[in-house]
């Protein structure tokens, strides 16, 4: 079965750090970039990071920019959302995709996990 699952979410003060996991089964993710999103209730799903598959070259949104690392390790078949210094407007569904823009019906992707940020 070709899917996409996230793991890693959860509970964290402000400040505090979560590693976000997209584990790949069925296919091989060496030949996609591979973004993650994420979705606050009632706002638009909005992209947060994105890595090629080529060259590894990164891409993320202002928002998250020098608090978020992504990164992959093919040899797992899976890719990293490392977040740091979360703050209480990072909270969100976080989801991965094999795409790093939303385009609908467009990409594989997973059923995602819930980020909270909250003392």
């Known amino acids: 079965q070709v899917q996409l699952v996230e793991s890693g979410g959860g509970l964290v003060q402000p400040g505090g750090s979560l590693r976000l996991s997209c584990a790949a089964s069925g296919f091989t993710l060496d030949y996609y970039a591979i973004g993650w999103f994420r979705q606050a209730p009632g706002k638009e799903r909005e992209g947060v990071s994105c890595i090629s598959s080529s060259d590894g070259s990164t891409y993320y949104a202002d928002s998250v920019k020098g608090r978020f690392t992504i990164s992959r390790d093919n040899a797992k078949n899976t890719v990293y959302l490392q977040m740091n210094s979360l703050k209480p407007e990072d909270t969100a569904v976080y989801y991965c995709?094999?795409?790093?823009?939303?385009?609908?019906?467009?990409?594989?992707w997973g059923q995602g996990t819930q980020v909270t940020v909250s003392s």
């Open positions: 995709a094999t795409v790093c823009t939303v385009v609908a019906g467009k990409g594989i």
